[in-house]
């Protein structure tokens, strides 16, 4: 500790998301970022790309993986980002991020890696047969954030960790090459309602596209009937809905559909039990389903609508990476003079 407090960062506050092109968005993505998403374009600037170089950390069929990204994109635009307001783009398109991550490889350290929890879980048993690139994963995605100097980072509480890693890399750069607040140290933002929607069939599990069940989620592009069933379906107890929020501790399931009707609604948990208190599921779910294909109907339309367009969304993509390029252009050639590259 010094006695003297460092500089704050004095640059502009920024913020930049993405979302992997891998599975079906759901429930939990909606209102765990894209909602976000939306609501921040018009708070600060926003940058939101479509995570397609992460994505091929582990296989991906081509053909896919390009529809993949479309759809991604149709659902950052059926949900509220205007790409007249904020930045939406494919990550590849912006080589930028690929050049940065190198020099990132080379300041974060063996061991800061080693404690990465997703790699672990990713890789399962088999370690040595994963990618590399799965390994320095957590690298690309500080490249992803500090190429745009970003200052905010909206995800979810499964990416505090590679936040923290993101610190430490810009941290360390700074101090390496002698260019104090060069890079922000970001936050991340993982609070707000719906921040942790839960699986369907077990309230314990987060909603995920890797379950193999797909009754354990609703999906964006579901139509009225699959979510309306899907809700129907979901694990429950007997037990009538309680007065206060204390009253679903312990009932994993039943506080994960209040917390969704709540998200949903705009409205708080204690909101939603002071109208459905001493009620039970079977009058309490088809509110929910009613609620949830009101919401997320016009969504799934919406995308179905976009996608049926692909060259209008390529079009959207490719001025987005135009901003995004000029914006990362510009930090990669300071970087490139701090470290002592060749500049000809
Ligand atoms: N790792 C993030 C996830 O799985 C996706 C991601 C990649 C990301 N790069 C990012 C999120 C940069 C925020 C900022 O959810």
Known sequence: ???????????????????????????????????????????????????????ITEWQDPAKLKSQVREIAAAYLATGLDPKVATIFAQSAVPEHAE??????????????????QFKDKAGKHKERSSVGLY???????????????????????????????RDIAQKFNHDFDAPNFFPL?????????????????????????????????????????????VRKARTDPDPLPETVEGLEGRAEAKNLVAIYAALAGRTEAQVLGEF???????????????????????GGEMRRLLADPAEIDRILGAGAEKARALAAPTVAEVRKLVGFWAG
């Open 1 to 55: 500790m010094t006695d003297q407090a460092p500089a704050p960062y004095a640059g502009p506050e920024r913020v930049l998301s993405g979302v992997q092109p891998t599975g079906d968005l759901h429930l939990g993505n909606y209102l765990g970022a894209l909602v976000k998403f939306g609501r921040l374009q018009h708070e600060i600037e926003t940058f939101i790309f479509v995570a397609d170089m992460h994505a």
């Open 100 to 117: 940065l991550a190198w020099v990132f490889n080379c300041v974060a350290r063996l061991g800061w890696l080693d404690r990465m929890t």
């Open 136 to 166: 320095t994963y957590p690298v690309l995605q500080a490249a992803d954030i500090l190429v745009y100097k970003a200052t905010k980072v909206p995800v979810g509480e499964d990416q505090r960790q590679h936040l923290e890693l993101t």
């Open 186 to 230: 970001p936050d991340a933002l993982t609070q707000g309602p719906g921040a942790r929607v839960m699986s369907l069939r077990d309230g314990s599990a987060k909603m995920s596209k890797s379950d193999p069940s797909d009754q354990s989620r609703i999906n964006l592009t579901d139509d009225a009937d699959a979510i309306a069933q899907k």
């Open 277 to 299: 208190a001493g009620q039970g599921f079977g009058a309490f779910k088809p509110k929910l389903a009613d609620l949830a294909v009101s919401v997320l109907g016009p969504i």
